[in-house]
C-alpha cells in the first residue's frame, strides 16, 4: 500500500528502515501512469520498503527541500536518508530494478 504524505510531514518515512516516496501531481500524465506501478510494487516489496507519496502541489515545503525540479521523482531513502533518485516515468521491472538495487 503507498501512503499519503501529508502537510509536508514525512516524519514517517524518514524513521523507515527503507523508504520509496514517489513525487507526483493530480495534473502529470507520467505520474498518474506511474501511480498503479507503484501500488503493485508496494504489495510486491512489502517488508523491504514503505512506499509513500507526497503530492507536489500539496507538499510544496517538501518539494523545495528535496529540490524536486521534475516530476514524477520517486526517491530512495535509507534510514532517513536518500540513498537514490530517479525522474520520469519507468516502466515497473526497471523501477524495481532500481529500487531493489537501492535497498541492498
Request: glycine share 4%; net charge negative; charged share 25%.
Amino acid at each position: 500500500m503507498v501512503k499519503k504524505i501529508q502537510n509536508n510531514n514525512m516524519d514517517e518515512a524518514l524513521q523507515a528502515k527503507a523508504a520509496v516516496v514517489d513525487f507526483s501531481a493530480v495534473w502529470c500524465g507520467p505520474c498518474q501512469m506511474l501511480a498503479p506501478v507503484m501500488e503493485e510494487l508496494s504489495e510486491e516489496l512489502s517488508g523491504k520498503a514503505e512506499f509513500y507519496n507526497a503530492d507536489s502541489d500539496e507538499n510544496m515545503g517538501l518539494a523545495q527541500e528535496y529540490r524536486i525540479v521534475s516530476i514524477p521523482a520517486v526517491i530512495v531513502l535509507k534510514d532517513g536518508v536518500e540513498v537514490a533518485r530517479t525522474v520520469g516515468f519507468q516502466p515497473k521491472d526497471a523501477l524495481r530494478s532500481f529500487i531493489e538495487e537501492h535497498l541492498n
